[in-house]
């Protein structure tokens, strides 16, 4: 099987920067501005916006954590004892702009998932969309409103996003297949 490196540290960074600007200008500013990322990597590249939105606002955002292991639509085929984690939000989400990461954004089913978690929560005024990757190969009718990177990819490809804080690697971005 061969790999390709899409993406290393550097380029991982300087998309999460970009990412967190683009955020700030389409929303005019913090306010009402939540950030939910979905377990794992998800998770880690919100709080990643939310330093970055620190170090370019000098204000923090509220950041939380979604799992949607029980949203799934393919629970059944994936495992007949999901491991169930917290969902950490410690914040109303109603009447909020709640922007939602993700690490990789393939068929859409992982984000029909989150958004049924999000609305079980609260009415937010507004959800955005932020992944890291975007692959292609829809199956639902979502588009990311903020992308670190497009990447062309065949359907039986695989794309791994490393991320030092959850796989105890060197963040990259790879291409498998």
Known sequence: MSSVRIMDEDQIR???????????????????????????????LAERLRQAIRNIEGRDVP?????????????????????????????????????????????????????????DLGRPACIQLAVLIDRGHRELPIRADFVGKNIPTAKGQQVRVRLSESDATQDSVVVEG
Do not use: M, S
Not at 78 to 100: G, H, S
């Open 14 to 44: 300087r998309a999460v920067t970009r990412v967190a600007h683009e955020i700030l200008e389409r929303n005019k500013g913090l306010d009402g501005v939540y950030l939910v990322g979905i377990r794992t990597r998800g998770a880690v």
């Open 63 to 119: 950041c939380g954590i979604l799992d949607i292991n029980l949203y799934r639509d393919d629970l059944a085929l994936v495992n007949k004892q999901p491991v169930i984690r917290e969902t950490l939000i410690d914040f109303d989400i109603t009447d909020k702009t709640v922007v939602l990461v993700d690490d990789v954004l393939f068929t859409g089913r992982t984000i029909r998932a989150a958004f049924d978690a999000l609305i």
